[in-house]
């Protein structure tokens, strides 16, 4: 095979057009790094800022579910007091913090009339019995004593009413005379020990 020999003209014309080919390729390459270059630089700020978003949005729905549980917790709360405020009302007329005794001494005219006695005294005063002993840390004893007219059959089933009061009163002692008046009533003593809050702000 005979081989095929270049020209002077073409060797010239190869010897150009090489330089100017790997122009081309490096200008071609260098185009294709600037565009690799500009794409990164391009995206990866995108890329960073969906990241941040992402970031917040966990962040925001954390804080979020925090305060949905502190809103339920507080609303439990008020939902508690609401509950539990009728409740003190009542405690306040129970065991008084300011000697008001005002509960009780609406239901002792009731039950005294319920068994056949009518009021002629009562008294408040400081319990002074010191044979009995109390340890109490916020209740105190106080003494009621009450006079009342009546009959003697009955002063069983008023005794148990008395006791059974809400402010849960304890029977210390009663007496009665044996004289009659004109309405064949006898005259009764009857002592009972009561208790109060010994805090004049302890409701407040």
Do not use: C, H
């Amino acid at each position: 095979m005979e081989k095929k020999r270049l020209n002077t003209e073409e060797y010239i014309k190869l010897i150009k057009e090489s330089p100017e080919k790997k122009r081309g390729y490096i200008f071609a390459g260098a185009t294709v790094v600037v565009s690799i270059l500009l794409i990164v630089f391009a995206v990866r700020p995108t890329i960073v800022t969906i990241t941040q978003i992402n970031s917040s949005i966990k962040e925001k729905t954390r804080l979020s579910t925090a305060l949905d549980a502190k809103i339920s917790t507080l609303s439990a709360l008020d939902k508690q007091f609401e509950d539990v405020g009728t409740d003190l009302q009542d405690l306040k007329l129970i065991y008084p913090a300011n000697g008001n005794f005002s509960l009780l001494l609406a239901n002792i005219n009731p039950i005294l009339s319920r068994n056949g006695f009518y009021l002629t005294g009562i008294n408040f005063d400081k319990y002074s019995d010191k044979n009995v002993s109390f340890t109490p840390k916020v209740l105190v004893p106080w003494s009621v004593k009450i006079a009342a007219k009546g009959k003697v059959s009955n002063i069983i089933n008023l005794l148990k009413e008395l006791e059974a009061l809400p402010m849960f009163p304890v029977m210390e002692s009663f007496s009665y005379t044996d004289q009659k008046d004109e309405y064949d009533l006898t005259n009764f003593s009857i002592n009972l020990r009561i208790y109060k809050i010994d805090n004049a702000n302890f409701y407040e």
